[in-house]
């Protein structure tokens, strides 16, 4: 009796079952086969694509290269859209940097979310940016970051737009019918993706109702300043506006995602010093589709994807 195994056909269901012990015990099976292509999958799937960058956070679709901080790409050239600047700036034509980069459709992997010393981020543009960037990038994944001890970009945790935007929401009550009433305002829009991305009717590649979404939220959540209320920020080129928020902390941070963020991460030196089977078997056995690495100091050094190194796999195989 002959006995076929389509590997093919093994890799995608362990895909589709995502079981860690399952996809566990189909790597020893890829390792005996394919083991002297082991170090050729991880460095493919560490090193995808491109970057982008917006201010305060750069897109990722491959691996940091190590030890380099992402940069902003153009802060002189758009609105802070973390900072707590009135509503109507958001309209301001600075904005064309991220109007573009919202333009492209081309699916995001993750996103770095550089904390800072916790004057960085306004909770309301997390969460309006974390709906946005899911609908219109497909992103996947939040990858925060902070400045501790002088020691720029150390890794705090990753966690799914959708689980931020829901913590956000279950935290702070009112950005939630904000969301609905400012998506209520934006129409006219069409979708023209199965993430959910917003264009003009017309006009698919015109990301406009997307910038609006984020002016109307932003309007929103801001009113009269109250004194003494630790939930109001005041904002910066009006002493009496102010916006219903706080600035994000990674203590603040971890309060509100609570088991949603996932803390993980190895060594990028440790990483290398694996054997072929220790590397497949630490990032496949990892809870997640990323699995960080980092420098010394815990400083984000670059993602693998497992899902990606799967893939890469299944391309090495024979087709018989």
Known sequence: MDVTLDLSAVITSLVALGSTLVLVAGAVVLLVLF???????????????????????????????????????????????RQPTPSAQITDSNVLAFTQQLEDHAPSDYAIIDLGTGREWLTSRLFILSIVLARMRNLQALVFVEADEGVPQRFIGIATPESVR?????????????????????????IVSRSGAMAVPQSPRDAWPAIQLVQNFVSQVQGPMLANDPEWVQLTDNVNVAEHAQ?????????????????????????????????????????????????????????????????RVADVLPSQ
Not at 41 to 57: D, E, P, T, Y
Not at 166 to 190: C, D, I, K, N, T
Not at 250 to 275: I, W
């Open 35 to 81: 083991r002297h292509r082991i170090d050729e999958v991880i460095q493919l799937a560490s090193g995808r694509v491109k970057k982008l960058s917006i201010a305060g956070f750069s897109v990722e679709l491959a691996a940091l290269p190590g030890g380099l901080a992402p940069k902003v790409s153009a802060p002189d050239l758009m609105t802070d859209l």
């Open 247 to 311: 600035w994000l902390t990674k203590d603040g941070l971890e309060a509100v995602l609570g088991n949603s963020l996932s803390t993980g991460h190895v060594s990028s030196v440790e990483f290398e010093r694996l054997s072929e089977w220790e590397k497949i078997r630490r990032v496949l056995s990892h809870d997640g589709r990323f699995l960080p690495l980092t420098t010394t100091g815990a400083v984000l050094d670059r993602l693998l994807d497992r899902e990606a190194i799967i893939a």
């Open 166 to 190: 829901w913590a956000l929401a279950q935290r702070y009550h009112w950005f939630e019918p904000g969301y609905a009433a400012a998506y209520q305002q934006s129409l006219p829009f069409v």
